[in-house]
């Protein structure tokens, strides 16, 4: 069985600020995909990033950075200088072969001006 | 268009109604999903199909009847809903099953309320 944790239900940060999107995932399988989504207020999820899992190098674009270390089976997001416009439930997920996509619990991240 | 289209964006129903939601891809996809989100379990599967095949169906009651007619359509029938089924219903397709590198591309989402 497969499991996304995102721990974080709720976040609210003042903008400008730094922000880190906690994710823990557990699966048996050595070989697997994660991936980060943005679901703003209109209501579709956006596809964010995608991370397998031989491939440990973290991972920056623009002021999104992601951290995925193995050993503690956590993928991490990481806004830099937050905006208003960050504003949105991210959602982490995991696919293993065979298996379709699951979901973490979505953390929803206010950016106040 | 581009991306994947849900109609209606809303819609308010009554227990006795029949109603569907509409979802089309402008993607090329091979494959399209129907998600539940709500405020007790944030993402749940509920269909996938497959090159117009249903290949998954998650334990969802019959009340929800999905229909695919071509690899670019994707309907929910909706009929003798409870008030528990008032969710945002998304849609999603993928080139090729969610296979561990594809992403999926979704669609805004019907506002669904039971009333």
């Known amino acids: 069985a497969q499991k996304v944790t995102q721990a974080q239900t709720e976040i609210s940060v003042v903008e400008k600020e730094d922000v880190t999107l906690d994710c823990v995932y557990e699966t048996r399988d050595t070989t697997y995909y994660l991936f980060w989504y943005k679901q703003p207020p209109s209501g579709e999820l956006v596809f964010l990033i995608r991370r397998n899992s031989f491939d440990e190098q973290n991972e920056i674009s623009g002021r999104y950075s992601w951290n995925f270390q193995k050993s503690t089976s956590s993928f991490n997001f990481t806004i830099t200088a937050s905006q208003v416009v960050d504003s949105a439930v991210y959602f982490c997920a995991l696919s293993t072969a065979g298996n379709m996509l699951t979901f973490g619990g979505g953390t929803r991240l206010m950016v106040k001006p | 268009e581009t991306g994947v289209t849900q109609t209606p964006r809303h819609l308010v129903m009554g227990m006795t109604n029949k109603k569907s939601l509409k979802c089309e891809q402008h993607?090329?996809?091979?494959?399209m999903y129907w998600y539940k989100q709500s405020a007790k379990k944030p993402l749940e599967l509920m269909f996938v199909?497959?090159?117009?095949?249903?290949?998954e169906n998650n334990s969802v009651p019959s009340r929800f009847s999905p229909e695919c007619p071509n690899s670019s359509h994707l309907f929910l029938h909706l009929h003798t809903l409870q008030p528990e089924d008032s969710a945002l219903y998304l849609c999603a397709s993928s080139q090729g099953l969610q296979e561990m590198n594809t992403e999926a591309f979704f669609g805004q989402g019907t506002r669904l309320t039971v009333v």
């Open positions: 199909y497959s090159l117009e095949e249903r290949v």
């Open positions: 993607l090329g996809h091979n494959a």
